[in-house]
């Protein structure tokens, strides 16, 4: 165990970090407003929009961010001299002082190529492998496609109606977290300001003023955004000492979508639409690292079906922070790349017997990379077990039968099978 005048010192530490990075807000940094989009309407969706250095540049962040990252600096050297050096409290944030800055780097960036490179320090980029010799995470998003894509041409699967607007979501959707979140209080809004259809705050669920809903995104809803994104946030601000286990860093925010799609799934909350969405993510950041530009893009998403809104929209994503025919924002690929990284850490856990350690996962913002620390951390008395713990973590049982069973399938020929099992479906 750790001295308690040490732990009272990590606490005060903590809530400096808290309190430092506090004005960074990576996505109102870099999202464009709505002026670029109604300019390239004007435009009839022929012409990339015009946002360049200077137009990030106009943009105030809050923050002076030379002074934030010197903060920063001064910061990692308190916690290294006040709680030393190989201590693993002081690993933990120290890593964490040492990503805000790149952060920081990469606003001062935007518009221009750095912002991609830092991007993908952060986040990572589509064509990394896992191991060598195994596919890329677009490699593996292709091979998602089809399947998909065979689901989806086949009509038998009709999307729920978005027959809901956004007041009466809001009401729905309080009531579903507040009997599925005891002890949690999750508030839903209404948000004019935010890109996507919603979004998680530290105790709060936005939901777009603009958009129709269907029951089934709600019920999608209610387990990413609240089980997991607020969940663990609340998770954090109750641990006693390492409260900055509330705030995530870019390399927490892969596990974090990580855990959030796999919750998804497991629960059979999610829709071959869904999961299509998050492998055309991954396609869209990689056709623009190959060279393709926003009007390209947008194009790409017209023909799939989707309406000029949406697939104005979603370009967007990938070229936030960035030029319209300049390198992607890579942040959208930490959806599959999480989902794997997660999931192979669940298999492995079971393999060793080592489920029980599992909710770790929950205590806060953390990120796979982190997870043994995490568990020395927990083993200190540093950090506490997870205050809320979803369903599907808190009876374990059929989580290890569900994957367990899954790798067993998963070492079964498919082609053999398709070959035995095909005639029955001509």
Not at 334 to 361: C, E, H, S, T
Request: charged content about 25%; aromatic content about 8%.
């Amino acid at each position: 165990m750790i001295d308690k005048a040490l732990l009272l010192k990590t606490r005060e530490l903590s809530d400096r970090l808290i309190a430092l990075q506090t004005p960074i807000r990576i996505l109102d940094a870099i999202n464009w407003d709505k002026s670029v989009k109604e300019e390239f309407f004007r435009q009839k969706c022929q012409k990339n929009p015009l946002v360049d250095k200077a137009y990030y540049q106009q943009r105030d962040l809050g923050f002076v961010p030379s002074e934030l990252r010197q903060a920063f600096s001064d910061l990692n050297r308190n916690i290294i001299s006040q709680l030393g050096q190989l201590n693993p409290i002081t690993q933990y944030m120290s890593k964490m002082c040492a990503e805000y800055k790149t952060v920081l780097n990469m606003l001062e960036y935007r518009g221009t190529a750095e912002f991609h490179d830092l991007s993908v320090e952060l986040f990572g980029h589509p064509k990394d492998l896992f191991h060598a010799g195994e596919p890329s995470l677009s490699e593996l998003a292709n091979m998602l496609e089809l399947p998909l894509k065979n689901l989806l041409a086949a009509d038998i699967l009709p999307d729920d109606p978005k027959n809901i607007d956004a007041d009466a979501a809001v009401k729905i959707l309080a009531e579903q977290v507040s009997v599925s979140m005891p002890g949690i209080d999750v508030e839903v809004i209404i948000s004019d300001g935010i890109v996507s259809d919603a979004a998680a705050g530290a105790n709060n669920i936005k939901l777009n003023q603009d958009v129709k809903f269907s029951q089934r995104e709600l019920d999608i809803l209610e387990v990413h955004e609240g089980w997991i994104h607020v969940g663990t946030t609340q998770n954090g601000l109750a641990q006693p000492y390492l409260t900055c286990l509330s705030k995530g860093t870019p390399s927490s925010t892969v596990t974090q979508e990580g855990l959030a799609v796999l919750t998804e799934i497991i629960t059979l909350k999610s829709t071959p639409r869904r999961l299509a969405k998050l492998v055309n993510r991954i396609q869209a950041v990689t056709k623009v690292i190959d060279g393709a530009e926003f009007v390209d893009i947008y194009r790409d998403y017209v023909a799939q079906g989707l309406s000029k809104d949406e697939s104005y929209t979603l370009a967007q994503r990938v070229f936030r922070g960035s030029t319209a025919t300049g390198l992607p924002f890579t942040k959208d690929i930490a959806y599959i790349k999480g989902f794997v990284l997660v999931y192979n850490l669940i298999r492995v856990a079971i393999q060793l017997g080592r489920i029980d350690q599992l909710p770790l996962l929950l205590v806060g913002k953390i990120s796979i990379d982190d997870f043994r620390l995490i568990s020395q951390l927990h083993d200190l008395g540093v950090i506490e077990d997870p205050k809320f713990v979803p369903p599907h973590f808190k009876d374990l049982r059929g989580l290890a039968t569900w994957l367990s069973f899954g790798r067993f399938i998963g070492n079964l020929s498919f082609e053999q099978l398709e070959n035995d099992y095909k005639p029955l479906f001509l």
